[in-house]
């Protein structure tokens, strides 16, 4: 089945799944579940990295930059000013103008602050990012950051790190439906049923870290989450049947022979046709 990319300001991506860099036991277990996703964009947090140093003891180094684009992010920012000022970091070290916004508005939660969020995105549009917003689960607040000029929203399946899954599949479902840019599910994916899932209620894309790099192993899990995206991807283009409340016959009524009067009255066969014998 033929599909179009996905579009992500001039960016045109084949994979829909985003993966991310932090968590890994090692840096080779990295590399080799980003070659097992299929990703094309993997998201580095600006604020936890040295963006000079491209050595191979950095994180940087471990990242082939001519396969992914790298999508920085201002996680770890609380207030909008900080995340505003992560973005520039971020474009002054040579990355492109994309930026995944997050404001952290709880500690213990990790949830986003929309209020702040939007005003970050607003600042950072009118500066030329193309903002991807990390955001919850609200029609109202997406709708506001597309007003703002944000290349996709990113709602929350779940909380960040949690693994539950989509906890609320009719907001997300009603927020796909309420914008018109991309929606890419963020935050909470635990296993590859989670990404099927999202890519069945209309999700564009599904952006995870935590889900693969905690996995017991990293790279069969990102090839899995990989399957699971494209799988969940295909089953919503082709349309799933609608949920009835009782059973349909999978096999047609209509033109059915009858059968043999001494079954349909529910009588035991004859003798002889038990035993095999004809009269």
Known sequence: MNDTPLVIGSHRLTSRLIVGTGKYASFDIMRAAHDASGAQMVTVAVRRVDLNDRSQQSLLGWIETDRYLILPNTAGCYTADDAIRAARLGRAAG????????VIGDEKTLMPDTEALIHATNVLVN??????????????VARKLQ???????????????SGQGVLNPLTIRLLIESVSIPVIVDAGVGTASDAAIAMELGADGVLMNTGIAGAQDPVAMARAMRLAVEAG?????AGRIPK???ATASSPTTGVVSPPPHLSSGLPLPAGEREGVKG
Not at 127 to 140: A, I, R
């Open 147 to 161: 007003a703002a000029g944000a290349a996709c929203v990113m709602p929350l399946a779940a909380p960040i790190g």
């Open 244 to 246: 009835k409340p009782y």
């Open 95 to 102: 990355f492109s103008n994309l930026v995944k916004l997050e």
């Open 127 to 140: 500066e030329g990012f193309v903002v991807m917003p990390y955001t919850n689960d609200d029609v109202v």
């Open 233 to 237: 991807r295909l089953a919503y283009l």
